[in-house]
């Protein structure tokens, strides 16, 4: 059965679009041989590729920025989503006064890490699917207090911040795409 997971920032052209292939990634690591992950912003850059820097950062962990396009964010790509990861509370908050309904399934991304860290701690998952786990951390949102839910904007910055910031989210996604694919994600 398909999952669909929908990323989102600000211009799609950074951070969600790192997301959106660095979680495929991993999940193809775990198994999952098609994984439906995509992107978009709440004010993208519409057909820009992804930024260069991004872009490398993607390459040094394994992946491609090959054919990436941005999107805009639209109330019909979050409705079919099983999943939303947004790069910051804010952005959290944009994408439900647009979709409120999905309330109980968009997450920030660090958010979700930690709580894929409290419900599948270890190699086995009480889950028996990922729409179970997801539900589950919406459940147990309130439990788990982070001193940052945001992942830091990159674009125009250095180098070095690019390189952190895939390091936030390569750390972040790993988790998490370990969490679905435990939860039955194939």
Known sequence: ????????????????????????????????????????????LVGRAMDPTSASELTARGGTADGFAARQLTEALVRPAGLVL????????????????ALRRTFTIRELAALCDRLVPDETSAFATPAELVAEAAAQRSTVTLDDYDVTDPIGRSAETHAAVATVLDDALTTIASALARSGLR
């Not at 990634?25 to 004010?43: C, K, Q, W």
């Open 1 to 44: 059965m398909p999952f669909p997971v929908l990323t989102v920032c600000l211009g799609n052209v950074c951070r969600s679009p790192l997301a959106e292939r660095l979680l495929a990634l991993r999940l193809r690591e775990h198994g999952v041989a098609d994984p439906d992950v995509t992107s978009a912003g709440v004010r993208a």
């Open 86 to 101: 947004v790069a910051t509370k804010d952005l959290r908050s944009r994408v439900l006064e647009e979709s409120p309904g």
